[in-house]
């Protein structure tokens, strides 16, 4: 059974917001993000940095990216959209997408074709069409 850590995170937390690094981030990359212990059904981060891959969506500014969390849990519902990744499918969870400082990002796991980002930005606007 899965038990939220909260405390540890916190820790962690601290130290990710007193780091004083400077990353470049571009649309359409694929890297690890500390995404921490979160509330409810929100998608946490795993392991010692609670970390997971996630695409970077659209970059705002130099300090702020919006992402897309990625699992490799697949559900066949409204914002969750697969994607084949280095040789195995994935999926991207739309559903979770949210906005992030620059210093929850780390080191780059891949990057998309301009092509493919495009499509998925498009998948984005679909399911926040309100």
Known sequence: MYVKDFNTWN???QRIHGESR????????????SLGVNVGSEIDGKG??????????????S??????????TTKELPGY???FFKGKWVTLCFSQMRVISQKRIYARFGKLSNEKLAYLKT??????DL
């Open 11 to 13: 820790t962690v937390k």
């Open 123 to 128: 998948v984005a606007k679909r399911f926040f």
């Open 81 to 83: 959209h697969p994607l």
């Open 63 to 72: 300090h702020l990216a919006l992402i897309v969390p990625m699992s490799t």
């Open 48 to 61: 010692v940095s609670f970390t997971r891959p996630a695409l970077v969506l659209h970059v705002i500014g």
């Open 22 to 33: 400077s990353i470049t981030m571009r649309s359409g990359e694929i890297r690890w993000v």
